[in-house]
């Protein structure tokens, strides 16, 4: 073949590419105009709480069922499963989060939600999508409709996942104890996504390595001996207990592990007593802890038991009366960690569609957790790929608030737009071969 012709069917696929990368971007933009936004606008006005997802899951099922792709209801509770077998290849599934928080929205936003839902608690609450749920469901619906429409582009199995509690990390794991790798193809690959709101929008962020922090929730029921609180001496105030079993705590992360070591210990929760001149006998305390390394998982968990025995003892408490600490077996995750390779194959997709300046390299801030990772566990042998999209104009990053703030908001056009356009094209790259190229380098 002569040089002429080589640079010919060069400067074709080149074209192709191009057009193809232009069709992709138009055809999102004019789905978000006409279908996506109202959607979005739907989700977020009706947000449901974990395990609670009943319209929400139902909606999305509805949605993606017009596509054509083989939908099952009612996976691990409220879980939403969408199949679309497309000839031999390689198994991908996205997955997406549908539940909302228990929070009363102070976002301003003329569609913000009024809701307010019975919790498994038996609690009717508040009901807000403070950590943009209603983002990555409208964005898998679009994902949905743009993989259907290009099913001449790729062959393999596409599944698709509306999960219920990610926010009580307890979802995914459900929806795994209840076959979802048995009932319905394996995937070879997961991808999900989140939007971010100390990202700008227009970028992404796809490490090729951690993602987010293991987390695991820890109830501490402080006991007491209850007496008049004019005469303290004549009990055991459980109070004071509960509150030096808080300041200890922070020892456990300045002094147990390696100054290097990340971790969090956070008291979210604390709840004793019911009369100014009255000493209780009970304070509830409810613990969120954070680490990226199942060793100092392990030192934090077990720093709290014995913070909590010391310092009781260390203030008189007998030992029938010692705190009851106990770790949540639903409420926990292990970290999210991206397969390095895959991550770099698809970072590389990114840089190519988007340009190389795409992608968001900063430092991670905070220790938020996933329960993606139960998807890919290391013995799972599923690929994963966790990445995030911006959701806040630039000018406005340093006011922006934080994720589950009742003034939570994001920009939800470039942040589902983009969203939906690089899931696709992740998508397409795994289907055509890149998987094949990461792990003939692994």
Known sequence: MSIKIQISILLMLLATGAMAQTDLRESVAADYQQNLHELFVYFHAHPELSHREFNTSKRLANEIRAFGYAVTEGVGGTGVVAVLENGPGPTIMIRADMDGLPLQEDSG???????TQEDIDGQVKPVMHA???????????????????RRSTWSGTLVLIGQPAEERISGARRM?????????????????LHVSAPLPVGKISMPAGIYASSSDSVDITVHGVGTHGASPHQGIDPVL?????????????????????????TVGSIH???????????????LTVRSNDPAVREKLLDG????ARGVALSLGVPENLLPEVKRSSTETTPPTINDHAT?????????????????????????????????????SGVRGVYFSVGGTLPENLDTAASHHSPFFRIEPEPAIKLGTEAMVRAALALFNGAGEQVAAVD
């Not at 936003?109 to 809701?115: D, P």
């Not at 030096?244 to 020892?251: E, R, W, Y």
């Open 109 to 115: 936003l003329a569609y913000a939600s009024q809701v």
């Open 131 to 149: 950590c943009g749920h209603d983002t990555h469901i409208t964005s898998l619906v679009g994902t949905a409709r743009q993989m259907a429409d």
């Open 176 to 192: 795994l104890e209840d076959g979802l790798y048995e009932r319905f193809p394996k995937p070879d690959y997961a991808l999900a």
């Open 241 to 265: 207990v509960a509150s030096q079993i808080v300041v200890s705590l922070q020892s456990v992360i300045s002094r147990s592990i390696a100054p290097q070591e990340a971790g969090v210990i």
């Open 272 to 286: 004793g007593g019911n009369k100014h001149n009255i000493i209780g006998d009970r304070v509830d305390m409810q």
């Open 304 to 307: 709290i038991d014995q913070v």
């Open 343 to 379: 991550a770099e194959r698809l970072r590389e997709v990114m840089s190519d569609a988007f340009g190389a300046d795409v992608l968001w390299d900063e430092p991670r801030q905070g220790m938020g957790a996933e329960d993606f990772a139960y998807f890919v566990t290391p013995e």
